[in-house]
């Protein structure tokens, strides 16, 4: 009901494409699969009421993405993750958007007509109110619109993006370009940790302009309780000093993650420790001319 519904009804012709691992042994970010097995079947009978066309794709991801040395040596240290799975995570992620891409391309052929905006979401996040247009909000309009929280290291938050439609191919195939093929198209002055870091370093060598709002961008990822972090459904906000100022202006059925609290803290402790301890490192890495940011 956030995500077409509302835009469909004020007359835009709205396509969807969902690109998923079918597999049983799907390798997932973060597993949600009480979410798949319930609500799967009726969200898609929904999209196929009002959408104009709805693409869905199969897409095997790859299981063992070839390493990046570059990559893995500039992930921040915030996890007890081993650090080449992570990377092999972050590829996959970056695979499927790029999959996303070819698919879009494909609707505008069939439709003989460019998309004016393209919305991205990452299959485990929720919107707490509708998403308008860029064209229908304040000017400036900027080219990529993302929420401002959990944005690390000053990155843009990679859970979901309303981006103008000249944005696209860069934001969608430029991970794996970067990563396998051509450093040249990152801004040097960005210092890559994570998926957040990496996309802006991406946008901004491209020359895009960047908002971060809450407001235009209510998207928040949800943990369930198949995953075994928390008791119950809930959306997982971990910078809460971000995330509180908003929250209570939104009417979900989900409940805030309170029980991970203690595990948001900890998290974000490892962020500044990590950060602190890495100095000497980067300072390293720099020194030795490595190429990569």
Same mark, same amino acid.
């Given at each position: ?9 004020? &007359?835009?012709?709205? +396509? ?24 799967? /079947? ?14 869905? *794709? ?17 992930? +921040? ?11 092999? %995570? ?8 790029? #999959? ?21 979401? #990452? ?12 064209? =229908? ?17 000053? &990155? ?17 195939? %430029?991970?794996? /370009? ?6 040249? *198209?990152?801004?040097?002055?960005? #210092? ?55 929250? +209570? ?11 991970? &609290? ?24 720099? =020194? +030795?001319?490595? &190429?990569?940011?």
């Amino acid at each position: 009901h956030n995500l077409h519904q509302p835009n469909v009804n004020k &007359g835009h012709v709205v +396509d969807v494409v969902t690109i998923l691992d079918n597999r049983k042994n799907a390798k997932f970010v973060n597993k949600a699969p009480s979410l798949i097995e319930t609500t799967a /079947t009726n969200d898609t009978s929904l999209l196929l009421q009002s959408v104009h066309n709805l693409h869905q *794709i199969s897409f095997r991801q790859p299981d063992n993405p070839l390493p990046v040395s570059w990559y893995i040596e500039a992930l +921040d240290k915030s996890t007890s993750m081993n650090e080449t799975e992570r990377m092999q %995570g972050h590829v996959r992620q970056y695979l499927t958007m790029e #999959r996303c891409y070819d698919e879009m391309l494909t609707l505008e052929f069939k439709n003989q007509k460019r998309y004016d905006e393209i919305f991205r979401l #990452r299959e485990d996040t929720v919107l707490l109110a509708p998403i308008n247009p860029l064209h =229908e909000q304040a000017e400036p309009i900027p080219d990529y619109l993302v929420n401002e929280c959990d944005c690390w290291y000053n &990155g843009t938050n990679d859970k979901g993006a309303l981006m103008l439609r000249r944005v696209a191919k860069t934001h969608f195939r %430029g991970f794996r /370009t970067a990563l396998y093929l051509d450093k040249s *198209i990152l801004d040097s002055t960005v #210092r890559i940790r994570n998926p957040e870091t990496f996309t802006l370093s991406i946008l901004q060598k491209a020359n895009f302009t960047i908002k971060k709002s809450m407001h235009d961008m209510p998207v928040v990822p949800i943990r369930t309780a198949a995953s075994g972090v928390v008791s119950q459904d809930c959306l997982h906000a971990l910078e809460q000093t971000c995330w509180k100022n908003y929250y +209570d202006n939104y009417k979900s059925e989900t409940p805030y993650c309170v029980e991970i &609290g203690e595990e948001s803290s900890q998290i974000l402790e490892h962020y500044q420790n990590a950060k602190n301890s890495k100095q000497k490192r980067i300072k390293k890495l720099d =020194e +030795d001319n490595t &190429g990569g940011p």
